[in-house]
């Protein structure tokens, strides 16, 4: 099955600082990529939803401003968590689904534990 | 709008108990009907599919069946391992292409020996 790479899998930050992450779909080309939040045992929330070549369109509640989200290419989009706080910790997901097909899955990286102190 | 409602957990079964994960979805038009498992700290894997009605979904001796006349996709498996313990999960795929998945809450499964 197509396989999405997320880079970093865990990432220590200080609080003010901004941390950058990566979602690549690796064998087949994603015009469009999600992203999720979820907390401990929690379900997944999703936060965004990221579109190639346009501005992400982002759930209600989130925000834009703290959580920018590029998606330059057909294989790669990225979430940068901006200014990061402690609130900000969890476990960001990314994941990628082909557009050609409704019935097709989605395909999930591994996940990135964000730790802000 | 589309939704999924899956039971709630935890669920604590013995070794090589058979298992039951209930989901239930409401949706417009025809949805695909997935269950996902993540381990912990990993992301999610697909576990099954199924894209129409009376479809079966099976994969690792896990199988579910979309019932659309309850519209139901319950999880089933004859006799779980220490190995199975996760958190499941129900989705649903909307009427449009390219959209995100609709996710059930999650299922904790416990599987002790």
């Known amino acids: 099955g197509a396989v999405v790479s997320q880079h970093p899998s865990w990432v220590i930050c200080k609080s003010g600082t901004s941390v950058k992450i990566e979602c690549r779909s690796l064998?087949?080309?994603?015009?469009?990529m999600f992203w999720y939040r979820q907390f401990p045992k929690q379900s997944l929330m999703l936060m965004a939803t990221?579109?190639?070549?346009?501005?992400?369109?982002?759930e209600q509640g989130v925000e834009k401003d703290k959580f920018l989200i590029n998606h330059a290419s057909l294989t790669l989009s990225t979430l940068t968590v901006t200014s990061a706080h402690p609130e900000d910790s969890s476990f960001y997901i990314c994941?990628?689904?082909?557009?050609?097909?409704?019935?097709?899955?989605?395909?999930f990286g591994q996940g990135t534990r964000l730790t802000v102190v | 709008g589309d939704s999924v409602t899956q039971m709630e957990g935890p669920v604590t079964l013995s070794e090589e108990a058979f298992l039951t994960i209930n989901c239930t979805y409401t949706?417009?038009?025809?949805?695909?009907l997935f269950w996902y498992v993540q381990y912990p700290g990993e992301g999610l894997q697909l576990l099954l599919k199924?894209?129409?009605?009376?479809d079966k979904g099976s994969n690792k001796g896990f199988e579910a069946t979309y019932r659309k006349e309850t519209t139901s996709f319950h999880l089933e498996k004859g006799s779980v391992q220490v190995s199975d313990s996760a958190v499941y999960f129900c989705?649903?795929?909307?009427?449009?292409?390219?959209?995100?998945?609709?996710f059930g809450k999650g299922t904790t499964l416990s599987v002790s020996s």
């Open positions: 199924a894209t129409k009605a009376d």
């Open positions: 989705a649903l795929s909307g009427y449009q292409a390219g959209t995100a998945l609709i």
């Open positions: 949706a417009t038009g025809y949805p695909s």
């Open positions: 994941s990628a689904r082909s557009d050609r097909a409704r019935n097709t899955e989605a395909f």
């Open positions: 990221s579109n190639e070549g346009s501005k992400a369109t982002y």
């Open positions: 064998d087949f080309q994603a015009t469009t």
